[in-house]
């Protein structure tokens, strides 16, 4: 992945997206969170600063996210996905929209393969967060509910199709 990222002209990431992120990341800071949450949320913050230059670790950073789970206890991470964990369902939507929002980073992992838009296939599930957490939370589940709802397209970056099209076509795909 490291010489597909670094070689590919597509890691172009929408920059107000990336500012919205950085600002609904920022307006979730002060959330009651537990220590393993709050490792979760500034791993979030630390892919969205990446994602503005440095796409390579921008990917390595957002990939952390992924292993950072097996590292918890049985209990921490039964916390993490109990759907009645408000500030973790807060932390699950604002990691689906940045996901998203990084496709043309992500895009990359996919080269190749058919079937499954891996960074947009459960944009879906932020509607279900957003109806489940507190009334007094679900301004905090907005920007990821407005990432969900952006055209697939939009999640391509700045440039068309065809271009990343191109791209997969060089790296073999």
């Known amino acids: 992945m490291r010489s597909r990222i670094g070689t590919s002209q597509l ?12 600002m609904s ?5 002060d959330l009651n969170m537990s220590d393993w949450e709050r490792t979760y949320w500034d791993i979030l913050v630390r892919t ?13 950073t957002f990939v952390t996210l992924y ?3 097996s590292r918890w206890t049985h209990d921490e991470f039964q916390a993490f996905i109990d759907p009645n ?3 973790a369902q807060v932390l699950l939507a604002h ?3 940045i996901q998203a929002i990084l496709t043309p980073i992500l895009y990359l992992e996919r080269v190749g393969f058919q079937g499954v838009d891996a ?9 279900g967060i957003y109806r489940n957490v507190p009334g007094y939370l679900r301004h905090h589940v907005e ?23 191109e791209e997969a076509l060089a790296l073999g795909g």
């Open 11 to 22: 890691h172009c990431v929408n920059q107000d997206d990336l500012d919205m992120a950085s």
């Open 25 to 29: 990341l920022s307006a979730i800071e």
């Open 48 to 60: 969205v600063a990446a994602a503005y230059s440095r796409p390579v670790e921008t990917y390595t």
């Open 67 to 69: 292993n950072t789970p």
């Open 85 to 87: 964990n408000a500030v």
């Open 95 to 97: 990691f689906i929209a």
């Open 119 to 127: 960074p947009t296939c459960v944009l879906g599930w932020i509607e």
């Open 143 to 165: 920007w990821p509910r407005q990432v969900s709802r952006y055209p697939f397209m939009r999640f391509l970056g700045q440039r068309q199709l065809d271009c990343f099209e």
